[in-house]
T-cell receptor, first 114, second 113 residues
Framework: GENVEQHPSTLSVQEGDSAVIKCTYS??????FPWYKQELGKRPQLIID?????GEKKDQRIAVTLNKTAKHFSLHITETQPEDSAVYFC?????????????FGTGTRLTIIP | DTAVSQTPKYLVTQMGNDKSIKCEQN?????MYWYKQDSKKFLKIMFS???????INETVPNRFSPKSPDKAHLNLHINSLELGDSAVYFC????????????FGPGTRLTVT
């Protein structure tokens, strides 16, 4: 089955600087790659996603890049703010019948230092 | 205007008991999921239903039994609770044919003592 690895597990960034979180996946048939943000005690919430036919997507301070050949994708947050502090999860969705599920990475705890 | 709701929010119970968690979505989605998030924050899918039909059943003890009475509801019943079942359980839903985006419920924190 799909295996998603996520690095780093913790990341501390000075406010205003950029943060980058990286994920790799194993199933070359995966076709959808979302990123979720989970604040303490809250539900995971989708912040950005990308499909396998796109290489990059941007939404204000957040961007995601996908390299299908290398099977990795990354989350980029620019001009970080204290409210960006949270746990971030990447995920990959299988495309084959019976494997159409999200497999999540192990999460990155991002701390923004004021 | 709650999209995905779960009850209860907290559940504290003793080993060996049977308990249920309920989930409802008012988004008109056709696919619903149960996830388990353990103390290390690992988020892992347990089950998925599409139009009341089970489509994903991960390696989960058969003490866990999901039930979907209709497209808007997916309940999780757990028999003979064990200490290792303590976790946060999240329900989620999506409109499978339109978008892969999954909307999560607020979670149910289950503590087994």
């Amino acid at each position: 089955g799909e295996n998603v690895e996520q690095h780093p597990s913790t990341l501390s960034v000075q406010e205003g600087d950029s943060a980058v979180i990286k994920c790799t996946y194993s199933d070359s048939a995966s076709n959808y790659f979302p990123w979720y943000k989970q604040e303490l005690g809250k539900r995971p919430q989708l912040i950005i996603d990308i499909r396998s036919n796109v290489g990059e997507k941007k939404d204000q301070r957040i961007a995601v890049t996908l390299n299908k050949t290398a099977k990795h994708f990354s989350l980029h947050i620019t001009e970080t703010q204290p409210e960006d502090s949270a746990v971030y999860f990447c995920a990959a969705r299988g495309a084959n019948f019976g494997n159409e599920k999200l497999t999540f990475g192990t999460g990155t705890r991002l701390t923004i230092i004021p | 205007d709650t999209a995905v709701s779960q009850t209860p929010k907290y559940l504290v119970t003793q080993m060996g008991n049977d308990k249920s968690i309920k989930c409802e979505q008012n988004l008109g989605h056709d696919t619903m999921y149960w996830y388990k998030q353990d103390s290390k924050k690992f988020l892992k899918i347990m089950f998925s239903y599409n139009n009341k039909e089970l489509i994903i059943n991960e390696t989960v003890p058969n003490r866990f039994s999901p039930k979907s009475p209709d497209k808007a509801h997916l309940n999780l019943h757990i028999n003979s609770l064990e200490l290792g079942d303590s976790a946060v359980y999240f329900c989620a839903s999506s409109k499978r044919a339109v978008s892969y985006e999954q909307y999560f419920g607020p979670g149910t924190r289950l503590t087994v003592t």
